[in-house]
């Protein structure tokens, strides 16, 4: 019997059979882990596997690629403090959806696993859409494509880096971009300065623009579409927010194709 324990967020669950659930975790030392555990009986039990949850994981198996047994104890829970946010919950959704989709399980990803409790902490504050924008950043690097935002990539220089190059990722300068501006990327300053807040909503969509172009390609052609249709409900809610419409309850979605072109489509869905 193999058996060992570790910190980790839950991305989500599954039932599976009459009494049982797959629980889908990203544990700090072992990466994307799967485990079966029984559904528990007690109420004050029922949370246990909400997504968002840092838990202590403890995983028995016969052999290390069996599915094999979970028991969880929560850390910290955050759904329960987010349900008053709807974009809030949509960009824990988000990031979880990532988290499960891109990495193979059983490697470890420490510097995915740091930034999701970053982008977690965040939810506590404001400034947690930039958070969620820098841990895509930090996904894209782990996946092996990283940006290199550190100096522009026609002339070196580390100022006034104002574009990204859609086929290298590489940032380009405001003076070497000047006559392919509409080719290139914006660089929104918050990613390349983590104090930073973004300006405004075009900062922040620009963002989510930014690492949508390079996800598209990196990513297989099913867990895109999941993805930047999760991704789209959370630009809807952010939009809302944006606006001070709170007496939305049902209206658009935006794909990230929509918001490029500035196009809305009607879709009936809650959030």
């Known amino acids: 019997m193999i058996e060992w324990q570790d910190e980790a967020i839950v991305l989500g669950y599954k039932s599976f059979g009459e009494n049982k659930r797959i629980i889908f975790l990203l544990t700090n030392q072992y990466?994307?882990?799967?485990?079966?555990?029984?559904?528990?009986?007690?109420?004050?039990?029922?949370?246990?596997?909400?997504?968002?949850?840092?838990?202590?994981?403890?995983?028995?198996?016969?052999?290390?690629?069996?599915?094999?047994?979970?028991?969880l104890e929560v850390v910290e829970s955050f759904t329960g403090r987010l349900m008053g946010s709807a974009a809030k919950l949509l960009a824990l959704s988000s990031a979880s959806l990532l988290t499960h989709s891109v990495f193979p399980e059983r490697h470890?990803?420490?510097?995915?696993?740091?930034?999701?409790?970053?982008f977690l902490e965040s939810l506590k504050g404001e400034k947690w859409p930039e958070t969620?924008?820098?841990?895509?950043?930090?996904?894209?690097?782990?996946m092996g494509f990283g940006l290199k935002l550190d100096a522009c990539c026609v002339s070196g220089e580390t100022e006034n880096l104002f574009y990204v190059s859609p086929k290298t990722g590489r940032a380009v300068s405001e003076k070497a971009?000047?006559?392919?501006?509409?080719r290139l990327l914006r660089l929104p300053a918050f990613l390349l300065d983590e104090s930073l807040q973004a300006k405004d909503f075009e900062d922040l969509k620009n963002g989510f623009i930014l690492m949508d172009h390079f996800f598209k390609h990196q990513m297989t052609a099913s867990s895109y579409k999941k993805f930047t249709e999760a991704r789209g409900?959370?630009?809807?809610a952010l939009i809302?927010?944006?606006?001070?419409?709170?007496?939305?309850?049902?209206?658009?979605?935006?794909?990230?194709?929509?918001?490029?072109?500035?196009?809305?489509t009607e879709y009936t869905v809650e959030v």
């Open 108 to 118: 470890p990803y420490p510097a995915v696993y740091e930034a999701f409790l970053l």
């Open 132 to 142: 969620y924008i820098h841990f895509e950043h930090k996904v894209l690097d782990e």
């Open 177 to 182: 971009a000047s006559p392919y501006e509409e």
């Open 233 to 236: 409900q959370l630009l809807r």
């Open 240 to 264: 809302k927010l944006e606006k001070g419409r709170n007496d939305f309850i049902k209206g658009t979605l935006l794909s990230l194709e929509e918001v490029k072109r500035g196009e809305v």
């Open 31 to 71: 990466g994307r882990v799967n485990g079966l555990m029984r559904e528990p009986k007690s109420s004050k039990l029922q949370g246990l596997a909400q997504m968002g949850n840092r838990v202590i994981a403890t995983w028995k198996g016969r052999l290390e690629e069996h599915l094999g047994y979970l028991s």
